[in-house]
């Protein structure tokens, strides 16, 4: 199964974890009832999705230079358009990138299960990520 990834089509970032809904499109509504007449009225403007959040967690390895540039790596994603491959191996094309927030950066003594093989260092960020695209 596919690690949860972001890419641009030159960068690919894998996590550990990437967790979050993506909001699927859905019929717009606009009230425009006015005041003092009798009656409900609305406006339908198209299908829409709002951005949402996602968390993201990696594991680094022993060098600050690597986590360094992970951290520059995602925050280039910012508004851009990538795919995104989520925790159950489903890509999704067209994902606008609203904001990237470094959220975490610690020392960890010891750790298993990530993607490196001895993790000294553990990245979070906070993504808002929106769906620009109906789904197929």
Known sequence: MARPSL??????????KLSGQLQPFAQSVMDITRPGVDGVAFRLEGKRSEARPFEALRDV???YGEARDLKQSVANFKGKLVTMVDEYGESIVSVFVKDVELTMDKAIGKGTGGI???????????IMLQATALPA
């Not at 641009?8 to 996590?15: L, P």
């Open 7 to 16: 890419s641009d089509g030159t960068t690919t970032v894998e996590f550990v």
């Open 61 to 63: 390895s022993a060098t």
């Open 116 to 126: 490196v093989a001895t993790p000294v260092r553990l990245l979070g960020w906070k």
